[in-house]
């Protein structure tokens, strides 16, 4: 069973997103997928009961009261836990007993930088994080390539304790599908799958936590 936390202490960087399309490709793929939902708004667990209908159903899972781990089915393959916005580094430590892997969306914006950088050098401080018993990954996210200011991000990621192993480009694809229940897994255009690619290192990085 492979655990993973999306975290972080800024809000609208894309946590719920990056959840629902993991939690979409891994139930894509024949994997028992659990998305826990530890954010009172709720928006991935209306996101899993939309879904239900598809062959690849998502089973929700609220994480706002004690004992949800409990609550896990025991055949289990994948769990992925979106956090709420405003999260602090001792709040991300509860959760690393039981999780393998820790990803921080980033956006490409001096706010968003100025508002991460000291949630991820506490995490850095973390004790299992810094044993290196929980790796963590960036993803930059909402990137627009072709602009100086995606461009400067991504080298100032390069600055900061965790390395980049995603950047996922600007697309209304993310938009448009979540509110179906679905995410860009779920179609097979040749634009879309453009867009999937830019998942692939992220994907390999966490396949060797398997």
Not at 112 to 133: H, Q, S, V
């Amino acid at each position: 069973m492979l655990k993973i936390l999306l975290a972080s202490s800024k809000g609208g960087c894309g946590k719920t997103t990056i959840a629902t399309n993991l939690a979409a490709h891994y139930a894509q793929d024949g994997k028992n997928t659990v998305l826990v939902d530890a954010d009172r708004l709720g928006s991935s667990y209306r996101w899993c009961e939309k879904r239900a209908g598809l062959a690849s159903a998502v089973l929700p899972l609220s994480g706002l009261k004690r004992g949800w781990h409990d609550k896990i089915p025991a055949d289990a393959q994948r769990v992925i836990i979106d956090t709420p916005a405003g999260l602090r580094a001792s709040d991300v430590e509860e959760y690393l007993e039981f999780v393998d892997a820790v990803i921080v969306p980033l956006l490409p914006s001096n706010i968003d930088f100025e508002a991460t950088a000291p949630f991820l050098a506490e995490l850095a401080e973390l004790p299992r994080i810094k044993r290196g018993k929980v790796p963590v990954a960036l993803v930059a996210n909402r990137m627009k390539p072709w602009t100086n200011a995606s461009q400067q991000a991504l080298e100032e990621m390069k600055r900061l304790p965790f390395a980049t192993f995603a950047t996922l480009r600007d697309t209304q694809g993310y938009v448009l599908a979540a509110a179906l229940g679905k995410s860009i897994f779920d179609y097979h255009s040749e634009i879309v799958r453009s867009h999937q690619q830019d998942w692939d290192k992220l994907f390999r990085w966490l396949k060797k936590l398997t």
